[in-house]
């Protein structure tokens, strides 16, 4: 699904001085590249506070913990998305209320969010999935109307622009009160082991979640919150501060395998492209056609991988219909547009170093497939 070597030979000078940088130093932890990290990459979002944590599960708890959500609290997820999301609610005590997404977006519905709103609803976590802004404006609008926290879940989508109506711009991670993102090797901006990152503009928030990331310590010793233990540590930081130059370029090129994809598949019968947002840009942390038929895209993901072409289905099963977290609330059933993506979604090979001649591989098979 993602080719992290070649990636790696194209730069490999320049991280492997940076990784011996750190060795050379002994700063293994709250290394000074940390830090300059954390000031280019608050540079590059806009972000006032940019908090670098271990990863993105993280990220979203200790926002969470940061704003003081008590248990009882409830935060609405989308039910089509990573279990993380959902997870670092449950773990808190809180209780995580699920609702549907659009089928064309994928992402949040904002009326099943304004239907699940109660006395008790503290926060919204909408994701932006696959690379594509969540519908924020609207998000944005019944937060405030209803006063609620935005927390982002933008893991997937680091370099995603979201135009609001009234003509500014602003990334992925940064419209709620905060933005979580995640360093995962395959992510958009991916190190080399786990990392993430927190976004916020509110200077308290920041403080406090920044002290939790570090065992609820301000002062060394003098712990003024329950903290965890979540850093990035200063290789992955290394690494992520010669990637980040290169991010604009990784989303153009993800950019350009898609536009492939889609001249392809975009007049194919029974399958749909995915569908572009005109609020935001795509940076697609996946490329993820969405099939009429289940019979289908099971049959050509089988085909795909019988010509060694690697293809995933995100997500099979929506956070309702997990094990872990049946609720007497929920049954299947009761989010059919979640329910009908788990049976339509396949997502292709995207990364930074698609050939078209990998390209057209893909593209033939899955077309041959459809046909048979
Ligand atoms: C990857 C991901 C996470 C978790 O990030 P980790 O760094 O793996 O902990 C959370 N939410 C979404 C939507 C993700 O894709």
Excluded at 201 to 207: F, K, P, R, T, Y
Aim: aromatic share 8%.
């Amino acid at each position: 699904m993602v080719d992290l070597q070649s990636q790696y030979t194209k730069i490999k000078s320049d991280i492997d001085c940076g990784i011996q940088k750190v060795i050379d130093s002994a700063q293994f932890i709250k290394g000074t590249v940390v830090s300059e990290f954390q000031h280019d990459l608050e540079t590059y979002t806009g972000s006032k506070h940019v908090i670098p944590v271990g990863n993105g599960t993280d990220a979203l708890q200790i926002a969470l913990m940061g704003l003081g959500l008590q248990p009882g609290d409830e935060v609405i997820t989308p039910t089509f998305t990573f279990i993380a999301t959902a997870e670092v609610v449950a773990l808190l005590g809180l209780t995580p209320v699920v609702v549907d997404v659009d089928w064309e977006t994928m992402n949040i519905s904002i009326d099943s969010v304004c239907k699940a709103i109660t006395p008790r609803t503290k926060a919204i976590v909408p994701v932006h999935l696959f690379g594509q802004c969540a519908n924020m404006e609207a998000i944005l609008d019944v937060a405030e109307k209803h006063h609620l926290y935005v927390i982002e879940d933008a893991c997937q989508a680091i370099g995603s622009k979201y135009n609001f109506s009234d003509g500014h711009t602003k990334q992925a991670g940064t419209m709620g009160i905060v933005g979580c993102t995640s360093f995962f090797p395959s992510k958009n901006l991916g190190c080399y082991g786990d990392g993430g990152a927190i976004f916020t503009d509110d200077d308290a928030l920041a403080s406090r979640m920044r002290a939790i990331a570090n065992h609820g310590m301000v002062v060394r010793y003098h712990h003024d919150f329950i903290g965890v233990n979540s850093r990035l540590d200063s290789i992955q930081a290394a690494i992520l501060k010669v990637k980040l130059t290169h991010l604009d370029q990784y989303i153009t090129n993800r950019q350009t395998a898609a536009a492939y994809y889609d001249a392809c598949f975009a007049s194919l019968p029974n399958v749909l492209i995915p569908y572009r947002d005109s609020h935001s840009t795509h940076v697609f942390h996946q490329y993820t056609l969405r099939f009429l038929d289940q019979s289908k895209r099971d049959f050509v993901k089988e085909h795909l991988a019988a010509h060694d072409i690697p293809s995933m289905i995100y997500y099979p099963i929506p956070l309702h219909m997990q094990k872990a977290y049946a609720d007497p609330r929920y049954q299947t059933g009761d989010f059919p547009v979640a329910e009908r993506l788990a049976n339509s979604v396949l997502s292709l090979p995207m990364h930074t170093e698609l050939e078209e001649e990998q390209l057209a591989y893909i593209c033939q098979h899955v077309i041959e497939a459809l046909k048979a």
